[in-house]
């Protein structure tokens, strides 16, 4: 069974940089996979940040971006700010019409 | 503006059945593949199936193989999650999601508790 791994916290100071990443239990995550990035905080909804990689959904601050690092899938927040704390999760699409979450980040800004 | 309804959530005894519902509006619903996505408690989401624009194609994560069943009615822009065989790792708030890959937008979700 696919595992789509993702780093179980980060801690990031206010106005400062983090970079969450999805990968593969086995084998590499290429832009083949159509990574997409989603936020939640706790009881809420999730809302789509990134799709396709690195393109931005409507609205989203351009703070978040998306991109391929290595191996992995990643979600660069650049200049975090206190409401950015929240889960991030990842998406990977594995093909046949099955797609697999990441096992999501808690992003902590302090 | 999307919006995403969901009903039908509810206390369901193991071995029940729920159906679940997600009025669409503010999009055209037909060309949209749709997703269910769920969570359960304090615990990370989880794709649980989708359907394709005219229901020729549905995909379901293996734990719901056999037992849930997704359909969609394009006139009433309503889509559908049938429940059957339920079981109590499938309590969960399920969310209803424009999209396949990517979730274009999302509701706020239906909580099923099974017990």
């Known amino acids: 069974q696919t595992v789509v791994t993702q780093e179980p916290s980060f801690s990031v100071s206010p106005g400062g940089t983090v970079t969450l990443t999805c990968g593969l239990s086995s084998g590499s995550v290429s832009t083949t996979y159509y990574p997409s990035w989603y936020q939640q905080t706790p009881g809420q909804a999730p809302r789509t940040l990134i799709y396709?990689?690195?393109i931005p959904s409507s609205g989203i601050p351009d703070r978040f971006s998306g991109s391929i690092l290595g191996n992995k899938a990643a979600l660069t927040i650049t200049g975090a700010q206190a409401d950015d704390e929240s889960d991030y999760y990842c998406v990977l699409y594995l093909g046949s019409g099955i797609s697999v979450f990441g096992t999501g980040t808690r992003v902590t800004v302090l | 503006e999307v919006q995403l309804v969901e009903s039908g959530g509810g206390l369901a005894p193991p071995g029940g059945s729920r159906r679940l519902t997600c009025a669409a509006s503010g999009f055209t619903f037909g060309p949209y593949w749709m997703s269910w996505v769920r969570q359960a408690p304090g615990k990370g989401l989880e794709w649980v199936a989708n359907?394709?624009?005219?229901?020729?194609?549905?995909y379901y994560v293996d734990s719901a193989k056999g037992r849930f069943t997704l359909s969609r009615d394009n006139v009433k822009n309503l889509l559908y999650l049938h429940m059957n065989s339920l079981r109590a790792e499938d309590t969960a708030v399920y969310y209803c999601?424009?999209?396949?890959?990517?979730?274009?937008?999302w509701g706020q979700g239906t909580l099923v508790t099974v017990s």
């Open positions: 396709n990689t690195s």
């Open positions: 999601a424009k999209g396949r890959t990517p979730i274009y937008a």
């Open positions: 359907i394709n624009e005219d229901a020729s194609e549905k």
